[in-house]
C-alpha cells in the first residue's frame, strides 16, 4: 500500500530493500543456527598427570569411547599436567578449573578420609578385578559421595592398582628387622604400615620418586609395577620384592557434580555406560604389563626377594589390625560409619 501512487523506479528500490531484508535476515538466522550448534557441543578438560601409561589407559578409553557415542558431540581433552598439580587436582574440581581429574586418597587424607578405608594394609584384595570391585562398593556408600560432595566433587571409577612392592638398592631387605630406620617412599596406609615396623616414610609424590632415590633421599621406594616402569625407579634398582604385598593406593576419577549435572541426558548416559568398559580396558592393558614383568626384572639384572610367610605374619599382626582400628576410631570420632566402611 505504501508504494501505491510512486514511480515504477521507487517500486523497484523498494523491491531491492525488501530483498536484502530477507537476505539479511536468512544469513543472521544461519549464523544464530551455527552458534546453537556451537555451543550444543560439550567440551571437557581433564586433569592427569606423568604421562600417557597403563594407569591412565581407562581415561583416555573412557573418552574414546564418549565421543563415539555421541558423535563427537562430547569430547574430553586430556591434560597429563597442563591444567593443575596432582596434590591439587581436587581443588581444581572444587573450582570447577576443569570437569575431570584423577588424584590418589593419600595425597590428602584430610579431604577425603571416608575413601582412605581403600590404602588400609594388607586388606585381602588380590586381584585388580577386586580391587575395583571393593573401590566401587565404597564410592557407593552415601558417606563417601557425601564426603566427596564437599569438594564438589562425583566419584565416577577407579584406578585399580595391584598391591605395592618395594625396589630398592644395597643388600635386599628380606626380613621386617631390616625395615628398621629404612627410608621408603610410601604414601597412606601402606606409609603408616612401614611406620609401624620402625621404617621411615615420605610422601614425595610420583614424579619426583625417582630423584629422590637418586639423591638418597630415600632407600626404597614402594610402588605398583608400572610406576616402577613410569617413573624409572626400576631402573636404579637391584632388587624388588616380589611378595611383600602390603596394600595398595586408591586413585579414584571424579568429576564436577555441577559439570555433569549440565550434561544432557543422552551426554549422561553415554558417560556414565561407558565406564564398565573402560574399566574392562584398563584391565586387559595392565594384566598384560604384569605378564611381561618377569622379563622387565631380568633385563635389568633386578633381583626378586620372596620373604618367609612368617616374616609376612609377623608384619600383619604389627602393621594391619592396630592402624584399621584406629582408623575406625578416627572415622567415627568424626561422625564417619568407619566400620561400615
Known amino acids: 500500500a505504501a508504494l501505491q501512487g510512486r514511480p515504477g ?8 530493500v525488501y530483498m536484502k531484508t530477507i537476505l539479511t535476515a536468512a544469513v543472521a538466522a544461519a549464523a544464530g543456527f551455527a552458534l546453537v550448534g556451537e555451543a550444543a557441543a560439550t567440551e571437557w578438560n581433564v ?4 604421562k600417557r601409561r597403563a594407569f591412565t589407559e581407562h581415561v583416555e578409553k573412557l573418552a574414546e569411547l564418549v565421543s563415539a557415542k555421541t558423535n563427537g558431540e562430547f569430547t574430553m581433552n586430556i591434560s597429563y599436567g597442563g591444567l593443575s598439580k596432582n596434590k591439587e587436582n581436587l581443588d581444581g574440581i572444587s573450582i570447577g578449573a576443569f570437569e575431570m581429574a584423577q588424584f590418589c586418597a593419600g595425597y590428602h587424607r584430610d579431604k577425603n578420609p571416608s575413601i582412605t578405608v581403600l590404602e588400609l594394609p594388607f586388606l585381602g584384595v588380590n586381584t585388580l578385578a577386586e580391587e575395583v570391585a571393593v573401590s566401587h562398593a565404597v564410592y557407593g556408600h552415601e558417606a563417601a559421595q557425601k564426603d566427596l560432595a564437599r569438594w564438589n566433587a562425583k566419584l565416577l571409577m577407579t584406578s585399580p592398582m595391584p598391591q605395592y612392592n618395594i625396589v630398592g638398592t644395597g643388600e635386599p631387605r628380606d626380613k621386617v628387622s631390616d625395615f628398621k630406620d629404612m627410608r621408603v617412599r610410601a604414601t597412606g596406609g601402606i606409609g603408616k604400615a612401614f611406620a609401624a615396623v620402625g621404617a621411615v616414610p615420605t610422601s614425595v609424590t610420583a614424579t619426583e620418586a625417582y630423584n629422590a632415590m637418586e639423591s638418597g633421599v630415600v632407600d626404597t621406594v614402594a610402588f605398583a609395577q608400572h610406576a616402577h616402569l613410569s617413573y624409572g625407579t626400576i631402573n636404579r634398582a637391584e632388587w624388588w620384592t616380589a611378595n611383600l604385598n602390603p596394600g595398595t593406593v586408591n586413585c579414584p576419577v571424579v568429576v564436577n557434580t555441577d559439570a555433569y549435572d549440565a550434561l544432557s541426558d543422552s551426554e549422561r548416559a553415554a558417560l556414565d555406560s561407558s565406564v564398565a568398559e573402560a574399566i574392562d580396558h584398563y584391565l586387559a592393558n595392565y594384566g598384560a604389563l604384569l605378564e611381561k614383568w618377569d622379563t622387565v626384572l631380568a633385563e635389568k639384572g633386578v633381583t626378586k ?14 602393621a594391619a589390625d592396630p592402624i584399621r582400628e584406629k582408623w575406625i576410631k578416627d572415622m567415627e570420632a568424626q561422625g564417619i560409619p568407619g566400620q561400615e566402611l
Do not use: C, K, Q, Y
Open 9 to 16: 523506479g521507487d517500486r523497484r528500490n523498494m523491491g531491492d
Open 47 to 50: 586433569s592427569v598427570w606423568g
Open 305 to 318: 626377594v620372596m620373604m618367609s610367610e612368617d616374616e609376612l605374619a609377623g608384619f600383619r599382626a604389627t
